[in-house]
């Protein structure tokens, strides 16, 4: 997908992410390949500071610095897994209560139907549960995962970025995006290689 | 400190892909060590007795296994505490280990996880086949139905029913949640097509973003910080099946930690059990080093007194307590009819671990190791073993009685062997057993890696 150019489209500055057709490729962004994860972060930090907005880090392991760089210093998981808990708390004690004393009530032992102390341990156990399950289908969903393909797969040097190379990618729908400017700019940042990818 | 990785068997220090094809590759290539086949066909071999065992018990009923009043629960409820056991040194090394900052939990997290996830599988299936009619297991669930009825939630029975199904849950996202980056690396080194497929969807189109890394560390410190908390409930629970109930020697506050001890300590001997060979048939030992077998030892070493002192601890109670049930039971256990069950325990859990593993030449000798940690599954077996045949004999003698395990109680733990070794087998062979993201983060940064920063560390 990534091997057709047309000359008209896509090469002329300024102009590279509006669509002229169907047919003709658009390009997701250039990306900047690197050798260390340090060499990734110093320029995600380079390029926010030049004023680029609409960028990511990609690397084999987590790079704080990256994330950092990019204005992210803090996920938001911690809040969507208190709120996932606190749910699964709640309805696992309720469950309990309304099923023990009111859906079908035992008596057992003569203890009052009401018995909280015994519901402690599932109301525990299903706020751990719904904690997990909000922890794996948020970050999913909020990461816009699972994806079946993503422009960067389009690259011929990102199947790297999974094992020993660490990539910084511009997109174009930046609006500081210039096709010829960012790559020199990029260029400047001493990178293995700069690639455009196209959508 | 130690080195967690030693370099490549060649001599040169490990990189991002050397990291990658020593671990990758053994599933990547499917070449497999001769050591790889014996270990699949004897669990499938063992499978197969399951298989049987199972069919027959559908078939009669659970009147061919051993159990009777007043013994009930039998073989069924020492191979679930047994299996659910092991399981839990998985989390712990996955979880408690990762908030500890223990670093050489890296190279054994991943099978440790899929241990646990494998051990409760095997854990699960003896109430499962225990319940007489399996196929209305959904009953222990509460679930809208035309009778009305819902489960006695004062029941620790029933808590046992949300405390195994969390901890199977909450393991399997873990693990996988590890293993979603490594997908990512064997989707992207796939050299067959199927590969490139199957790892390619699994793999969930992670891409190593900065931001995607950011938030999926905190999911991961979180799943962390909340399964350690979740492992020690999930045992707990499982002993007050035994302490909620009056039965004296059963009915004890120090069951709960005394319970979740016995388990790390059986664990962490799986774990060594399954380590040595597989390191040495891929050729690993380069991730899972002399070191490795030093630190477990001491864990083991640690956990075993702490088991001793639970031993020490009920005998001492029944004494000091001048209960007639207490002490009675505690005689009965010691000298009575299943006395030698109660010397095997002692002998292979404490005897002989716990002057063993003092030794540092012990606990770094492979040899050694594996025998000290096969002494300690059985001894922990049979401590299952005791408490469960303390029914034989306990308050009034008009109702005491025996037990006595049928072929088909044997045929059936076997089985559950052999369920452990075929899944375990298969996970060898298509997953990485190691994490590849987290070695490669702990490479020192002229290596390539992280500086040995720990997955989490960049996680606020």
């Given at each position: 997908m990534s091997t057709t150019v047309t000359p008209d489209a896509g090469h002329e500055p300024g102009h590279s992410h509006h669509h002229a057709g169907p047919d003709v490729p658009v390009t997701y962004g250039l990306l900047a390949e690197f050798e260390t994860g340090d060499a990734m972060a110093h320029a995600t930090a380079k390029a926010t500071a030049a004023g680029y907005t609409h960028l990511d880090a990609y690397s084999p392991y987590p790079v704080g610095e990256a994330a950092d760089a990019l204005n992210?210093?803090?996920?938001?998981?911690g809040p969507v897994m208190f709120i996932g808990g606190l749910t699964g708390a709640c309805a696992g004690f309720i469950m309990q209560y309304w099923a023990n004393t009111w859906g079908y009530s035992l008596n057992i032992g003569g203890r009052p139907y009401f018995s909280w102390p015994s519901f402690v341990p599932i109301t525990f156990e299903m706020m751990v549960l719904t904690t997990a399950l909000t922890g794996l289908f948020g970050l999913l969903a909020i990461c816009g995962l699972p994806r079946y393909n993503h422009p960067l797969f389009n690259s011929k040097t990102f199947d790297r970025a999974s094992c020993d190379r660490f990539f910084v990618c511009i997109e174009a729908t930046d609006p500081k995006f210039d096709l010829v400017a960012t790559r020199a700019f990029l260029n400047d940042l001493h990178p293995l290689s700069v690639e455009e990818v196209m959508e | 400190m130690h080195p967690l990785i030693k370099s490549t068997h060649t001599g040169k220090p490990h990189d991002l892909v050397s990291v990658g094809n020593a671990i990758g590759n053994v599933v990547l290539d499917g070449n497999h060590p001769r050591g790889w086949w014996i270990g699949f066909l004897a669990g499938f071999a063992m499978l197969q007795v399951l298989a049987l065992a199972v069919c027959w018990l559908f078939y009669m009923g659970v009147g061919i296994w051993g159990i009777n009043v007043p013994v009930a629960w039998g073989f069924a409820i020492v191979n679930f505490v047994w299996w659910i056991g092991i399981g839990h040194a998985g989390t712990l090394i996955s979880a408690v280990l990762l908030l500890l900052h223990q670093k050489w939990r890296t190279s054994i997290n991943r099978f440790s996880e899929a241990m646990t996830i494998f051990a409760v599988m095997c854990a699960g299936l003896f109430p499962l086949l225990h319940m007489g009619r399996p196929w209305f297991f959904y009953w222990l669930y509460p679930f809208p139905n035309v009778a009305g009825v819902w489960p006695q939630f004062r029941s620790p029975l029933t808590w046992d029913v949300f405390a195994v199904t969390t901890y199977f849950t909450v393991s399997l996202v873990f693990w996988y949640l590890g293993l979603v980056p490594d997908l990512a690396a064997l989707r992207d080194q796939a050299k067959k097509r199927w590969q490139r497929i199957v790892y390619g969807l699994l793999a969930l189109g992670w891409r190593g973003s900065a931001i995607h890394w950011r938030r999926y560390e905190k999911v991961y410190l979180i799943l962390g910080g909340i399964s350690t908390p979740l492992v020690l409930s999930v045992h707990t629970v499982v002993s007050f099946d035994f302490a909620v109930s009056i039965v004296p020697l059963w009915h004890a506050t120090i069951f709960p930690p005394f319970f979740v001890a016995g388990a790390i300590y059986s664990g962490f001997a799986m774990v060594v059990v399954i380590a040595i060979p597989v390191r040495k048939w891929y050729k690993l030992e380069d991730f899972f080093t002399e070191h490795h077998l030093d630190i477990m030892g001491k864990v083991m070493l640690a956990t075993g007194f702490l088991v001793t002192y639970g031993y020490f601890s009920e005998l001492w109670m029944a004494w000091y307590g001048h209960t007639l049930y207490e002490w009675g039971t505690t005689i009965e256990r010691m000298f009575g009819p299943y006395g030698w069950s109660y010397w095997c325990l002692i002998g292979f859990n404490c005897a002989f671990p716990l002057t063993a593993l003092w030794s540092r030449k012990m606990r770094t000798s492979p040899f050694w190791m594996s025998a000290i940690c096969i002494s300690v599954l059985i001894g922990m077996w049979f401590e299952r073993y005791v408490i469960v045949i303390t029914l034989a004999r306990e308050y009034l003698p008009s109702a005491w009685g025996h037990y006595a395990p049928t072929l088909w109680d044997y045929a059936t733990m076997i089985g559950s062997l052999g369920l452990f070794l075929f899944m375990f087998f298969l996970f060898l062979r298509y997953l990485p057993m190691i994490s590849i993201t987290e070695m490669r983060e702990l490479l020192p940064k002229k290596q390539g890696g992280g500086g040995g920063h720990s997955i989490m560390e960049n996680a606020p």
């Amino acid at each position: 997908m990534s091997t057709t150019v047309t000359p008209d489209a896509g090469h002329e500055p300024g102009h590279s992410h509006h669509h002229a057709g169907p047919d003709v490729p658009v390009t997701y962004g250039l990306l900047a390949e690197f050798e260390t994860g340090d060499a990734m972060a110093h320029a995600t930090a380079k390029a926010t500071a030049a004023g680029y907005t609409h960028l990511d880090a990609y690397s084999p392991y987590p790079v704080g610095e990256a994330a950092d760089a990019l204005n992210f210093p803090k996920s938001e998981m911690g809040p969507v897994m208190f709120i996932g808990g606190l749910t699964g708390a709640c309805a696992g004690f309720i469950m309990q209560y309304w099923a023990n004393t009111w859906g079908y009530s035992l008596n057992i032992g003569g203890r009052p139907y009401f018995s909280w102390p015994s519901f402690v341990p599932i109301t525990f156990e299903m706020m751990v549960l719904t904690t997990a399950l909000t922890g794996l289908f948020g970050l999913l969903a909020i990461c816009g995962l699972p994806r079946y393909n993503h422009p960067l797969f389009n690259s011929k040097t990102f199947d790297r970025a999974s094992c020993d190379r660490f990539f910084v990618c511009i997109e174009a729908t930046d609006p500081k995006f210039d096709l010829v400017a960012t790559r020199a700019f990029l260029n400047d940042l001493h990178p293995l290689s700069v690639e455009e990818v196209m959508e | 400190m130690h080195p967690l990785i030693k370099s490549t068997h060649t001599g040169k220090p490990h990189d991002l892909v050397s990291v990658g094809n020593a671990i990758g590759n053994v599933v990547l290539d499917g070449n497999h060590p001769r050591g790889w086949w014996i270990g699949f066909l004897a669990g499938f071999a063992m499978l197969q007795v399951l298989a049987l065992a199972v069919c027959w018990l559908f078939y009669m009923g659970v009147g061919i296994w051993g159990i009777n009043v007043p013994v009930a629960w039998g073989f069924a409820i020492v191979n679930f505490v047994w299996w659910i056991g092991i399981g839990h040194a998985g989390t712990l090394i996955s979880a408690v280990l990762l908030l500890l900052h223990q670093k050489w939990r890296t190279s054994i997290n991943r099978f440790s996880e899929a241990m646990t996830i494998f051990a409760v599988m095997c854990a699960g299936l003896f109430p499962l086949l225990h319940m007489g009619r399996p196929w209305f297991f959904y009953w222990l669930y509460p679930f809208p139905n035309v009778a009305g009825v819902w489960p006695q939630f004062r029941s620790p029975l029933t808590w046992d029913v949300f405390a195994v199904t969390t901890y199977f849950t909450v393991s399997l996202v873990f693990w996988y949640l590890g293993l979603v980056p490594d997908l990512a690396a064997l989707r992207d080194q796939a050299k067959k097509r199927w590969q490139r497929i199957v790892y390619g969807l699994l793999a969930l189109g992670w891409r190593g973003s900065a931001i995607h890394w950011r938030r999926y560390e905190k999911v991961y410190l979180i799943l962390g910080g909340i399964s350690t908390p979740l492992v020690l409930s999930v045992h707990t629970v499982v002993s007050f099946d035994f302490a909620v109930s009056i039965v004296p020697l059963w009915h004890a506050t120090i069951f709960p930690p005394f319970f979740v001890a016995g388990a790390i300590y059986s664990g962490f001997a799986m774990v060594v059990v399954i380590a040595i060979p597989v390191r040495k048939w891929y050729k690993l030992e380069d991730f899972f080093t002399e070191h490795h077998l030093d630190i477990m030892g001491k864990v083991m070493l640690a956990t075993g007194f702490l088991v001793t002192y639970g031993y020490f601890s009920e005998l001492w109670m029944a004494w000091y307590g001048h209960t007639l049930y207490e002490w009675g039971t505690t005689i009965e256990r010691m000298f009575g009819p299943y006395g030698w069950s109660y010397w095997c325990l002692i002998g292979f859990n404490c005897a002989f671990p716990l002057t063993a593993l003092w030794s540092r030449k012990m606990r770094t000798s492979p040899f050694w190791m594996s025998a000290i940690c096969i002494s300690v599954l059985i001894g922990m077996w049979f401590e299952r073993y005791v408490i469960v045949i303390t029914l034989a004999r306990e308050y009034l003698p008009s109702a005491w009685g025996h037990y006595a395990p049928t072929l088909w109680d044997y045929a059936t733990m076997i089985g559950s062997l052999g369920l452990f070794l075929f899944m375990f087998f298969l996970f060898l062979r298509y997953l990485p057993m190691i994490s590849i993201t987290e070695m490669r983060e702990l490479l020192p940064k002229k290596q390539g890696g992280g500086g040995g920063h720990s997955i989490m560390e960049n996680a606020p």
